[in-house]
């Protein structure tokens, strides 16, 4: 069915102060209200109770809030680029990091806790070498009994179908979970908008989601009065480690979030509660 959205977007404008506004764009998806209604409930926020948040990795583009919280030896990174920021924190914290990029020849640098292979994720069944499923990883490396492991993957919208396939047995070896989902706003399929909600339950199952920001570099539409980017960045915590407040409310973007394009006002997602999107 297609559906006529509002949205918007940020403008470049000489003479205003900040030097942006927020204009008004009108578009067409193939999508309806409910999906993006059914889409922010998969995204029930919660407060985690005697923990605080650190940035690990870089100013803008490239940092992620999570709790600072680090008691496991082993972490894994996919998508790098050009930037092991992230990578690097977590070294410092005592993890050997397990990075898989395809699309790069070389790291920007090297260190002893950097393993690099030139490997990504496959996001459907018959896909072959260089990309994998995450549990031959995790296979590959002997890390199939590991626990208290952390995950970081940005992958450009392969993560739906990766993360499709995952065992959520295998999910609870880590501790945190930072994840870049993509694609929230196009002409999706049936199928499609299937396995983002999917995916998303499946990640509630084992894991709180703690954190959501907004990336700034892309679209947002505004449905039932929620603002929904195109691309939200998400850290989740293991259920079995950690306790939350259920009720409270959690007002985005927090304090230590960060534009990911800083010449350009954040995406302000407001007061959430875990119920998600109003009727």
Known sequence: MNIHFSGNRYVSVSGVEGGFISVPVEIDLDASVDFYRLLWQELPIVNP??????????????????????????????????????????????????????????????????????????????????????????????????????????????????????????????????????DLIKAHTDQKRAQILSVLHKLNQTHYLVHVHGNNCGFALTVAGQVIPDTLELTLVNKQLYSVDMEAAVILPRELDQANDPARPDYVLGEQRRIGLKS
């Not at 990091?97 to 994720?121: C, S």
Request: charged letters at 25%; one cysteine or more.
């Open 49 to 182: 109770l005697g923990k605080s948040f650190c940035r690990i990795g870089r100013e803008y583009d490239g940092g992620y809030l999570m709790l600072d919280d680090f008691h496991g030896k082993v972490a894994y990174s996919f998508g790098i680029n050009t930037d092991v920021s992230w990578d690097e924190d977590i070294a410092n914290r005592g993890y050997d990091v397990y990075m898989y990029d395809h699309t790069i020849n070389a790291l920007p640098y090297e260190r002893k806790e950097f393993h690099w292979f030139k490997k990504g994720l496959a996001d459907k069944a018959g896909d072959e070498s260089p990309l994998h499923f995450l549990d031959w990883f995790l296979w590959k490396n002997q890390h199939m009994q590991e626990e208290h492991m952390l995950l970081k993957m940005d992958v450009e919208g392969a993560e739906w179908g990766g993360l499709e396939q995952v065992n959520p047995l295998l999910l609870t070896q880590f501790d945190q979970i930072v994840l870049e989902i993509h």
